[in-house]
């Protein structure tokens, strides 16, 4: 009788045993995509530039597959690792298991504290290095959809501004658009010009990048509202949205709300937020999915304004 019962309980454990590795086998290992950070040397800015490129897991599965891919522009004060450190990444492959979004490259490049344009003084190119150099550069080394209809472009803050400015001057480039807190200024040159007299940090920055006194040829020439009038046509063929805080600390609300007017007043469609919230990371990452999701529209829609 024992050796019964003895051998009752072995077989009982052997049989789970087997259950618990059938399981295993049939339950799907999650995949996990990785990230290649670097440098490029360029000629232009003559230093290196740091970048950061987000691969999905199928990038190395699928290895003649090509992807659409989203420019990401950090804030000021921060860099390319931006977007990784303030949990974006987790957030991209948990959206990704989820299906709330399919696999596109993700790329993330330094942009100092330049505003992503060129400089007034013309000693740091930088929007013509990210154009000439570094867009052709990317987009040749990885397995990159090279076509309008799968190249967007987000950023936050100073970035959001760098990726409204690229996207309305670059309207042939870019099918897709979006930025959280965009730093839109709404105050004339005039008025920024006494503000540089105090001497203040901003007001220190704006004179590296636009002049001091503010040259107002550079200042409209990168000036989203005057791009977005003057490509106004183009831009209805664009997928444009953006968001800001209500509680925005900069007054970056103003200026959204300012660009959401003129739009409406243009007949450009896009998609438009004012939220609670400041400006701040707990608002970037709060809705920083809604804007993943907006380009995947975009991309899946190949090409085609997202309405």
């Not at 000629?43 to 003649?64: D, F, G, N, W």
């Not at 330049?114 to 007034?120: K, L, V």
Request: proline share 5%; net charge neutral; hydrophobic share 40%.
């Amino acid at each position: 009788m024992s050796m019964r019962l003895s051998f009752m309980k072995s077989f009982a454990r052997a049989f789970l045993f087997v259950c618990l590795a059938l399981v295993c086998i049939s339950l799907p290992a999650t995949a996990q995509g990785r990230i290649d950070c670097s440098r490029i040397d360029s000629h232009l800015l003559h230093q290196a530039i740091r970048y950061c490129v987000m691969l999905p897991a199928s990038y190395e599965t699928e290895k003649t597959q090509k992807y659409p891919v989203l420019y990401f522009l950090h804030g000021l004060g921060q860099n390319e690792q931006a977007l990784m450190e303030g949990g974006g990444w987790g957030m991209i492959q948990d959206m990704r298991q989820r299906h709330e979004i399919g696999d596109f490259l993700v790329v993330a490049v330094e942009g100092q504290a330049g505003f992503f344009i060129n400089s007034a003084d013309g000693k740091f190119p930088y929007s013509d290095f990210f154009i000439k150099e570094f867009m052709p550069f990317v987009e040749s080394h990885y397995r990159i959809k090279r076509a309008r209809a799968f190249r967007g472009v987000t950023g936050l803050s100073m970035g959001g501004y760098g990726a409204l400015r690229f996207a309305f001057a670059y309207p042939d480039l870019f099918s897709s658009v979006s930025a959280q807190s965009p730093a839109l200024i709404t105050q004339a040159p005039k008025e920024l010009n006494r503000d540089l007299n105090t001497g203040g940090p901003i007001a220190r920055l704006l004179g590296r990048v636009f002049g001091n006194p503010i040259n107002l040829a550079h200042w409209e020439a990168n000036n989203p509202f005057v791009l977005a009038r003057k490509n106004r046509i183009q831009l209805k063929h664009q997928s444009i949205y953006f968001n800001c805080g209500q509680e925005d600390e900069y007054g970056f609300a103003d200026g959204a709300q300012e660009l959401h007017k003129q739009l409406v007043a243009e007949g450009v469609p896009h998609e438009f937020h004012l939220y609670p919230g400041g400006h701040d990371a707990d608002y970037f990452l709060s809705h920083l999915g809604e804007t993943l999701q907006f380009h995947w529209r975009a991309f899946s829609s190949a090409g085609k304004p997202v309405r």
